[in-house]
């Protein structure tokens, strides 16, 4: 058959396919009651929407990202159903537009090759069902990272940016709930009357790393948004994008304060240190001025840190019973010789970790115990008194060494430093950019590189992969890689 007789017929199947759809959703709608026609018209809707945009199913996984971590269908979470719907449009899409394609850098790289080594690490695990989880993790990074780069363009980013930055709004907003409502198990308790936030985390900790890792991004957008707006209000040209920069300064101006209360609340001391130093970052990055003014006050308020966990008359009481035993986490004290009191518990249970992840280290330098078996190990290593596996070593440097071995360090390490490295060289050259939406990009990334800082800091005595937490810090580095806004 010839193509001039191939079209008509084309057509034809398709009038007859859209007749058939048309007529199955009127029987739909003619028999079933109105709540089920309810769902399966938004779902429908949905469907259509995702074919034709497939990067519009990034949003869903930015907002809700630390509740459908926590929604598990099997031995798959619900984030993991949703990164898997967003690489099958992917496909779809490019398969039809016929641009199915992948794209490095090395940052990418740096992401295989941890894999890689984790993977390798693997068939020495005691726990094969925790390392596959563990192993997956990663990957879904990797895939991330190559296929989110590709759905998105100059268009899409803010979009994907407000989406992460109002999940984290969400979170702080119940966090504050349950702090001044005295939500939570008992505990939780300070201040006599209220309750340390933990949001949907049901930890405080994780909490106040989801929303710090979040804080450094929105002021630095607060801030583009605010210098935006003025620009705008001097030049006087295009009422329409004066009105929009305005807006987006008091959506990144609230958000930032919602999250910085959240952070706050969190009464987490690793998530106060991480967001003092990611914000320095930000601040210090955005101007000359400003990095002035922020080394002297940076230099203060280490002074007060440092005077008021050796001295709590220094700085406010409540501040000060969360500050006084930073100095036993730098081996400043000889804390794990002390008897456990209500005071020290949670620093020696801390330390006691840290010392079990040595021993793991010792067990296996070069490969560790394997991906994700700490906690298997952890009877094992243990010190007397402390029974109880945590899960993670609270030290995500220590738990990498003791999971993955020296080689597994040395890869999370270089992800790190080539991280910051080629964000920097992204920041300078989105700098010389004149136009608004370059101004845009150097924001994000000077927001992300804040972000990188909150996350090695705050991992000295956490680890904050956790409930989704990759996936978020792989959706910031997405929006670092986004083509076309360079």
Not at 240 to 259: E, K, L, N, P, Q
Not at 277 to 282: E, I, P, Q, R, T
Request: aromatic share 10%; charged share 10%.
């Amino acid at each position: 058959m010839t193509a001039a007789r191939q079209a008509p017929a084309r057509r034809q199947a398709i009038n007859i396919g859209a007749l058939l759809f048309l007529a199955g959703l009127a029987a739909v709608v003619a028999l079933l009651p109105l709540r089920q026609v309810t769902l399966v018209a938004g779902a429908t809707t949905a469907a259509i929407l995702l074919l034709r945009w497939p990067w519009l199913a990034l949003l869903p996984l930015a907002v809700l990202l630390p509740i459908t971590s926590a929604i598990r269908i099997g031995a798959a979470s619900m984030t993991d159903l949703l990164l898997a719907a967003t690489v099958a449009l992917w496909f779809v899409d490019g398969a039809r537009r016929r641009t199915l394609r992948l794209a490095g850098s090395p940052v990418i790289a740096m992401v295989w090759l941890y894999v890689a080594v984790v993977i390798a690490a693997t068939p020495g695990a005691a726990n094969f069902g925790e390392a596959a989880r563990e192993v997956i993790k990663w990957i879904e990074l990797l895939v991330l990272l190559l296929v989110g780069r590709t759905l998105l363009g100059p268009r899409q980013a803010p979009w994907l940016a407000a989406a992460l930055i109002l999940g984290a709004t969400l979170q702080a907003f119940l966090g504050l709930y349950q702090f001044i409502f005295a939500i939570g198990p008992e505990y939780f308790t300070v201040l006599g009357r209220f309750m340390r936030a933990y949001g949907s985390f049901g930890q405080p900790n994780p909490f106040g790393g989801y929303l710090g890792l979040t804080l450094p991004v929105a002021l630095s957008l607060a801030i583009w948004a605010w210098a935006a707006g003025l620009r705008l209000a001097r030049e006087r040209i295009d009422q329409r994008s004066f009105w929009t920069a305005w807006g987006w300064a008091g959506y990144y101006t609230a958000a930032s304060a919602m999250i910085a209360a959240g952070v706050l609340v969190s009464w987490s001391r690793g998530a106060w240190l991480g967001a003092v130093a990611g914000l320095l970052c930000v601040v210090v990055l955005r101007s000359r001025t400003a990095a002035l003014a922020s080394g002297v006050a940076a230099l203060l308020l280490l002074a007060a840190l440092l005077l008021g966990a050796f001295n709590p008359a220094i700085v406010p009481a409540p501040m000060a019973e969360r500050l006084q035993d930073i100095p036993a986490y730098f081996g400043l004290t000889d804390i794990l010789s002390q008897p456990v009191t209500d005071e020290n518990f949670s620093v020696l249970e801390r330390l006691a970790h840290w010392v079990a992840a040595q021993r793991m280290w010792e067990q296996s330098p070069w490969l560790g115990v394997g991906p994700g078996n700490y906690a298997h190990i952890y009877p094992q290593v243990r010190l007397p008194q402390w029974e109880e596996a945590l899960g993670h070593a609270h030290n995500i440097y220590l738990n990498v060494a003791a999971e993955s071995g020296l080689l597994g360090l040395a890869a999370y390490l270089g992800l790190i430093g080539v991280t910051a490295i080629w964000l920097w060289k992204q920041v300078r050259q989105a700098a010389l950019s004149n136009k608004e939406s370059g101004r845009w990009r150097a924001a994000v990334l000077v927001g992300i590189l804040g972000m990188l800082v909150h996350l090695s800091i705050h991992n000295v005595v956490d680890n904050l992969f956790v409930q989704g937490m990759v996936l978020q810090v792989g959706l910031w580095l997405t929006l670092a890689h986004c083509e076309g806004m360079s």
